[in-house]
């Protein structure tokens, strides 16, 4: 069957990219899952990139949803899922006549400036809950999130300082983007980019999804919260320094 793309390089770049993905969204960080898109886009537009993971993305959030009930912080998701949705809305109106470089730059820079401040901090206590910051950064992660899924780096700069217990991070984060990728359907459907290639494409990766969740909530659950912070922060830069070199 003819997908439009030549299947074994597809399979060679999106089967590590969706396993990334998946480990993240099972708690070592959402921001992992930025990585899937350029890997994706070696071999296929990056829009089309974005289409076959959006479904994927869903099945990963309501895994990781499932594995994480009972570890939510629902005071922070009240600060964050409303203004995380503007953002969504946001990206539908404007994000394609942005150059999709100058986002992909934007995010990354901010990923590893927080990363590098995170490193040489010398403080340690956590973060308090700021409403203004929350508001904002939410907002960022779901315009971002909208075009080529990398809300993770965006919203990482208001969680992570807040050192939540590990469990909670992963279970407010699951609930959060299972909420925004959720909205991002109507908009992928009407913009033409959810055809029955690109379906099929996304169900030939579909067994990969729990795999990756339940492979990162093992390890989420087998690694000390110190060591689950650098992971954390290690992911975010690289992950930053990956979306610099895709822009230049």
């Given at each position: 069957m003819d997908f439009g793309v030549p299947l074994l390089p597809f399979l060679l770049a999106a089967v590590p990219a969706v396993l990334i993905a998946a480990v993240g969204k099972g708690g070592l960080g959402n921001a992992m899952g930025v990585?899937?898109?350029?890997?994706?886009?070696?071999?296929?537009?990056?829009?089309?990139?974005?289409?076959?993971?959006?479904?994927?993305?869903?099945?990963?959030?309501?895994?990781?949803?499932?594995?994480?009930?009972?570890?939510?912080?629902?005071?922070?998701?009240?600060?964050?899922?409303?203004?995380?949705?503007?953002?969504?809305?946001?990206?539908?109106?404007?994000?394609?006549?942005?150059?999709?470089?100058?986002?992909?730059?934007?995010?990354?820079?901010?990923?590893?400036?927080?990363?590098?401040?995170?490193?040489?901090?010398?403080?340690?206590?956590?973060?308090?809950?700021?409403?203004?910051?929350?508001?904002?950064?939410?907002?960022?992660?779901?315009?971002?999130?909208?075009?080529?899924?990398?809300?993770?780096?965006?919203?990482?700069?208001?969680?992570?300082?807040?050192?939540?217990?590990?469990?909670?991070?992963?279970?407010?984060?699951?609930?959060?983007?299972?909420?925004?990728n959720l909205s991002k359907i109507p908009a992928y459907g009407g913009l033409g980019e959810l055809g029955v290639d690109n379906l099929i494409l996304s169900a030939i990766l579909l067994p990969l999804c729990p795999l990756g969740v339940f492979a990162g909530m093992k390890l989420v659950h087998r690694i000390r919260e110190d060591i689950f912070y650098k992971v954390l922060y290690t992911g975010l830069l690289i992950t930053g320094a990956k979306l610099i070199m895709d822009a230049l």
């Open positions: 990585m899937a898109v350029p890997l994706m886009s070696l071999v296929i537009p990056p829009i089309q990139a974005a289409a076959i993971l959006l479904p994927l993305l869903l099945i990963m959030d309501l895994f990781a949803i499932w594995g994480w009930r009972g570890f939510v912080d629902w005071n922070i998701l009240k600060v964050i899922m409303l203004p995380g949705l503007m953002g969504v809305g946001l990206g539908l109106l404007i994000f394609y006549q942005l150059p999709e470089n100058a986002v992909r730059f934007l995010i990354g820079s901010i990923a590893i400036l927080f990363c590098f401040h995170q490193f040489f901090s010398k403080g340690t206590a956590p973060d308090k809950p700021s409403r203004l910051k929350g508001v904002f950064w939410a907002t960022v992660s779901g315009f971002t999130s909208f075009g080529v899924h990398a809300g993770g780096a965006p919203l990482s700069v208001y969680m992570l300082p807040l050192k939540l217990d590990k469990k909670v991070l992963s279970g407010t984060m699951a609930i959060f983007f299972g909420v925004v």
